[in-house]
């Protein structure tokens, strides 16, 4: 691996792996993201150093799991930050390799699902990396996560819905979550599958999931399958699902989708939900916009540049994050002058 990092990282599926820096902007009300670990160098240290921060999981002993998209290989640290192994992902088409990495999860167990897209497969790793099992899936899906009880959620329309519950076997248990309405304007992709659900969704790991609509800024929650809140708010940050077409060189057809990026996490009673703002051509970091609620109910907007992927039991944040162009994970913990 070259010391220094090529930062141009191409980007799997539509560009659903961002980087991010973690800058926070506070708002009138005192409220301010304060950063108390950083991990990541631009050199030395191999293992300390990131092609990208495509993502970021925490197990039940709050290690750090960071998903290097770039490098194939997910590099896992204890809550200070100490370096504990490197998990390398095999590259490829065989059966327990990887060739189109869309999405990871982390168990409570250190147990690592993995999401092939191309292969259409979720392979299964322990905690040091070793294959376990993979199992293939009959829909196109976009993305996992832990669901609870050691099964996988994964998303993708299918029979009409879009969150699917499997066991680490590959028997799917149950699926619910209906489709997102269609915008007039989309009308004419009512029938294409990708534009029922978003690219991405979340889950607190207790069968509490969030799915956004790709359509508009809304956020319904659901509890152990069942419907339990609707978000709708308004942000100047929410850009709705596009689709552009047109020719390319040698008159062939081509067909780009930009889908919204929403990330939303959970502690008690407090809900965190990021809207990614759009790229700036140029710069390397994106102002994104973090709305907190609480019990449901928005009382916080802050502008930060950045993406948090991950929340640990006391209420941190961690983010994938740039320092001095190079990327890096930051835990951020919030502060505010006065009590939600």
């Known amino acids: 691996m070259k010391n220094k990092k090529n930062l141009k990282f191409s980007t799997i599926l539509l560009g659903m792996i961002f980087l991010f820096s973690a800058v926070v902007v506070s708002d009138e009300k005192s409220v301010s993201l304060i950063e108390n670990l950083a991990i990541g160098v631009d050199y030395g240290d191999e293992n300390m150093m990131f092609g990208s921060v495509s993502d970021i999981q925490l197990d039940a002993e709050e290690n750090i799991y960071i998903l290097d998209g770039k490098e194939f290989r997910i590099q896992v640290f204890n809550p200070q930050g100490g370096f504990l192994r490197s998990i390398p992902i095999k590259k490829g088409q065989g059966p327990e390799e990887v060739s189109m990495l869309l999405g990871f999860a982390v168990h409570p167990d250190g147990l690592i699902s993995i999401y092939d897209s191309a292969g259409g497969k979720v392979l299964n790793f322990d905690d040091k990396g070793s294959c376990q099992n993979y199992f293939k899936l009959d829909f196109q899906a976009f993305d996992i996560k832990h669901y609870k009880d050691g099964q996988i959620a994964v998303l993708g329309f299918n029979n009409d819905l879009g969150i699917h519950i499997y066991n680490r076997k590959g028997d799917r248990l149950f699926s619910f979550a209906e489709p997102f309405s269609l915008p007039s304007r989309m009308s004419k992709y009512k ?136 990327p890096i994970m930051k835990r951020f913990i919030l502060e505010s002058s006065g009590d939600f």
């Open 191 to 326: 029938d294409a599958p990708f534009t029922k659900f978003p690219m991405k969704f979340s889950s607190s790991g207790d069968g509490t999931v969030f799915i956004p609509n790709p359509h508009k800024y809304e956020i319904r929650i659901y509890e152990d399958g069942q419907l339990s809140g609707n978000i709708k708010e308004k942000s100047d940050f929410f850009r709705p699902m596009t689709i552009q077409g047109g020719k390319g060189e040698g008159g062939k057809s081509y067909m780009s989708v930009f889908f919204p990026t929403v990330s939303v996490l959970m502690h008690e009673d407090i809900m965190y939900v990021t809207i990614r703002g759009i790229p700036v051509i140029g710069e390397e970091e994106s102002k994104s916009q973090m709305q907190i609620y609480k019990n449901q109910k928005l009382i916080h907007s802050l502008d930060v540049k950045g993406f948090p992927s991950a929340i640990d039991s006391k209420g941190r944040l961690y983010l994938s994050a740039f320092k001095e162009g190079f």
